[in-house]
């Protein structure tokens, strides 16, 4: 079992930067996949970053290039570094580990940018 906690949103104008964190509740060097997700209201929940435990990195077409996944094992922690934020990136967004048939999610964290 793992836990995991989001932090890091909040209100931001278009162009502005966030970064979000996830925090494990214990160490990730086990966990083979670490992702971010989000929804937006109305919408159905969907995938935006992903990190590999051998550090692939892969992202959703609408945030490549603005959206940075990293890892941190000493800190068991995961991040997505959000730049030039638009308004359409205005969603909860999800921390997700997934260790092999077991995939778990954080609780979200709110994200709203403004025009």
């Known amino acids: 079992q793992v836990q995991l906690a989001e932090s890091g949103g909040g209100l931001v104008q278009a162009g502005g930067s966030l970064r979000l964190s996830c925090a494990a509740s214990?160490?990730?060097?086990?966990?083979?996949?670490m992702g971010w997700y989000r929804q937006a209201p109305g919408k159905q929940r969907e995938f935006v970053a992903q990190?590999?435990?051998?550090?692939?990195?892969n992202y959703a077409d609408s945030v490549k290039g603005r959206f940075t996944i990293s890892r941190d094992g000493a800190k068991n922690t995961a991040y997505l570094q959000m730049n030039s934020l638009k308004p359409e990136d205005t969603a909860v967004y999800y921390c997700?580990?997934?260790?092999?048939?077991?995939?778990?999610w954080g609780q979200g964290t709110q994200v709203t940018v403004s025009s």
């Open positions: 214990r160490s990730i060097f086990s966990i083979n996949l």
């Open positions: 990190i590999i435990s051998d550090g692939t990195t």
């Open positions: 997700n580990a997934q260790q092999g048939w077991d995939n778990y």
